[in-house]
């Protein structure tokens, strides 16, 4: 069957039973929140052909449950958050600005209706992440971004997952004629990036629902204006990314930029402390993934980016209590007392590896002694999963863990960038 057919059908589908949902709703026949969240994940892994899509809500049953506790489950602003991110996922993969308006009517048709429920924080929170979701998506949905002809990827990867995602979307970009400019940006030290094409991506991984702060940083302080240039985020995580594109999102759109869409790729946790079981096992579970679909969905991305179409998923907003703590209170603070490295120095060779593949520089090199730490941390783990001793660990218990070997070694950055020295100026 042809891709675009199939996209509609479950388009279609999307809308048929959201309808049939609200109609129950309104009847007095509630539905069982967790038949509201499988059915709208289904939807969007069959128009995606795909499951890493629906990977952002692996979360949400947990906050439903937890808000269970307090608020009755049903009403329409109860789902509100799931069928309108279910529609305008199914939507924007269509490719199509008809469709993208069908989803829009039919999530504000959701919030139109009387509840049968009374408001309370939950709902409300929900209704109001809903609507902001509704503004972003008709912001960049209904309008034609321009075909992107000389692209700068600017890509953030530690382990050298993001990079291999990005790269199939840089793929996809150059079948469909488009040149793509990589700028490698891992450590606090690089200063400057000098843009000159006439559309940007950004490829970062999620680190604890966050994106890295040192990209961030460089963002905010380096990026320069984008005067309407198109934009893309690309973001790979080992669970659900959750809200952890908005800040980026954010960021490009006060710097000029206009978002045309995002896309996450699931790679294997490099999380040591999470790495306990069998080596056996976990190179089972790692070969698993990345699944072929994800490699092929972000090559259609990049195509469609490169053609001037929409593609991928909504910037939606989940009513999630961790979007006031993505950033900068986690990053910063959290990750540095929770993520306090240690070295098991009967293993150390004092290689100083761990120092130079450190991003934001907490770890010292000490000329014939062991390593030092101190300062903010990133939990890009390059410190512990490169060390070839296993001498480094973040936390207790995790040198009985299983180290994760970057798969792509090639992609992966170890040196810090060397200090530039001005040039001498000839005599005259």
Not at 166 to 183: K, N, Y
Not at 290 to 312: C, H, M, T, W, Y
């Amino acid at each position: 069957m042809n891709r675009r057919i199939w996209e509609w059908i479950v388009f279609a589908l999307a809308l048929a039973s959201s309808g049939a949902l609200l109609a129950a709703e309104q009847g007095g026949h509630p539905v069982a929140w967790w038949w509201v969240s499988l059915a709208g994940c289904a939807l969007v892994a069959l128009s995606h052909r795909a499951w890493s899509p629906v990977m952002e809500t692996s979360i949400l049953p947990g906050v439903w449950l937890v808000a269970m506790v307090w608020v009755p489950p049903g009403g329409t602003a109860w789902y509100s958050s799931f069928v309108g991110w279910t529609l305008s996922a199914v939507a924007v993969r269509t490719r199509s600005r008809l469709a993208v308006l069908l989803a829009l009517v039919g999530t504000a048709a959701w919030m139109a209706a009387p509840d049968q429920m009374a408001l309370d924080g939950f709902r409300i929170a929900s209704l109001a992440c809903t609507g902001v979701s509704l503004v972003l998506l008709a912001w960049y949905g209904l309008r034609v971004p321009p075909r992107a002809r000389n692209v700068d990827l600017i890509v953030c990867s530690y382990s050298g997952n993001t990079a291999h995602f990005a790269q199939s979307f840089a793929e996809g970009a150059q079948q469909a004629g488009a040149s793509v400019t990589v700028h490698r940006q891992h450590h606090m030290d690089v200063r400057g990036v000098k843009l000159e094409g006439d559309s940007l991506v950004v490829a970062y991984p999620v680190i604890g629902w966050n994106p890295p702060f040192p990209l961030h940083d460089m963002l905010l302080r380096d990026l320069p204006r984008g005067r309407g240039k198109p934009a893309y985020v690309l973001h790979t995580s080992a669970g659900g990314p959750e809200n952890a594109f908005l800040l980026t999102w954010l960021i490009l759109l006060l710097k000029g930029y206009r978002p045309c869409g995002r896309l996450g790729g699931t790679y294997p946790v490099n999380v040591t402390t999470i790495r306990i079981g069998p080596r056996r096992m976990w190179a089972w579970l790692d070969s698993l993934l990345p699944r072929p679909s994800d490699l092929r969905v972000a090559r259609e991305a990049g195509q469609s980016f490169a053609s001037g179409k929409i593609d991928g998923l909504g910037f939606w907003v989940w009513p999630s209590p961790l979007v006031p703590l993505n950033h900068p209170w986690i990053a910063r603070t959290f990750f540095r007392y929770m993520y306090w490295p240690y070295l098991w120095k009967s293993r150390c060779n004092k290689c100083n590896l761990c120092a130079r593949a450190c991003p934001t520089g907490r770890i010292k090199a000490v000329p014939g002694s062991f390593p030092t730490s101190s300062g903010n941390c990133a939990l890009c783990y390059n410190c512990v999963n490169l060390c070839p001793t296993n001498a480094m660990h973040a936390i207790a218990l995790s040198e009985y863990a299983t180290q994760y070997r970057p798969r792509f070694p090639k992609l992966v950055v170890r040196n810090r960038p060397r200090e530039r020295k001005p040039r001498a100026e000839p005599a005259q």
